[in-house]
């Protein structure tokens, strides 16, 4: 009998749909994942680790209220809030690796003047 590896991302679209994110959104969590499982070696439950992951993307996306998007990701992916903030707290010092810095029109604009 083959066991397999269950990892964060198995679990990212199941839980990004329960909550209702768009495509780009999971595009930046899968890709936040992804960049967490080849980089960082995190002693977490995989499911953990997708709550945290999708409740910094929900952060980034402009959520107001921290409170309430944590209470959102915890309900929809039946983490405890206390478990996501702990993981969250874990991942905070790599959030620079796991999430590529907003193109901003003047990225695409810059080098275009410059030719």
Do not use: W
């Not at 499911?47 to 944590?70: D, H, K, L, P």
Request: charged fraction near 25%; hydrophobic fraction near 45%; glycine fraction near 6%.
């Amino acid at each position: 009998m083959d066991i397999g590896v269950v990892s964060a991302s198995d679990y990212l679209r199941r839980f990004c749909s329960r909550l209702g994110l768009g495509n780009q959104e999971v595009r930046d969590a899968q890709e936040a994942v992804r960049r967490l499982e080849e980089r960082l070696d995190v002693r977490r439950n995989p499911e953990s680790i997708a709550a945290a992951v999708i409740y910094m993307v929900v952060q980034r996306a402009g959520a107001t209220n921290s409170n309430s998007a944590v209470k959102d990701v915890s309900v929809a992916t039946g983490v405890a809030e206390g478990t996501i903030k702990e993981a969250h707290k874990d991942l905070t010092p790599h959030a620079h690796m796991l999430f590529a810095p907003p193109v901003t029109a003047h990225d695409i604009i810059n080098p275009l003047l410059q030719a």
